[in-house]
Nanobody, 123 residues
Framework: QVRLIESGGGLVQAGGSLRLSCAAS????????VGWFRQAPGKERALVAA????????YYADSVKGRFTISRDNAKNAVYLQMNSLKPEDTAVYFC????????????????WGQGTQVTVSS
């Protein structure tokens, strides 16, 4: 079992930055792929960024490439999402996710979730 707790959300103006953190506890976190999803009102949960455990390779949704950066610190059992040049369309609840087999773009097959943190970007 892996427990995930997000923090760092909030209200920011367009063009600003936020850094989300995800603290993990439970099993050996370094063996898990990690990712961030987001869900805006009335929309499906969508994969934003992911990182494999084996080679630390990353994936980014086209909408956030060049603006968001995912990173992890296995010593601290933590995952981060640095979000720069934020836009109003980035407004959503952001969820941290983990899975030993990888982070699928289908949220229904991802094993572990945090409770989510709200990010609101004002124009």
């Amino acid at each position: 079992q892996v427990r995930l707790i997000e923090s760092g959300g909030g209200l920011v103006q367009a063009g600003g930055s936020l850094r989300l953190s995800c603290a993990a506890s439970g099993r050996t976190f370094s063996d898990y792929a990690v990712g961030w999803f987001r869900q805006a009102p009335g929309k499906e949960r969508a994969l934003v960024a992911a990182m494999r455990w084996s080679d630390l390779s990353t994936y980014y949704a086209d909408s956030v490439k060049g603006r968001f950066t995912i990173s992890r610190d296995n010593a601290k059992n933590a995952v981060y999402l640095q979000m720069n040049s934020l836009k109003p369309e980035d407004t959503a609840v952001y969820f941290c996710a983990a899975d030993r087999t990888g982070i699928s773009s289908d949220p229904d097959v991802v094993a572990y979730w945090g409770q989510g943190t709200q990010v609101t970007v004002s124009s």
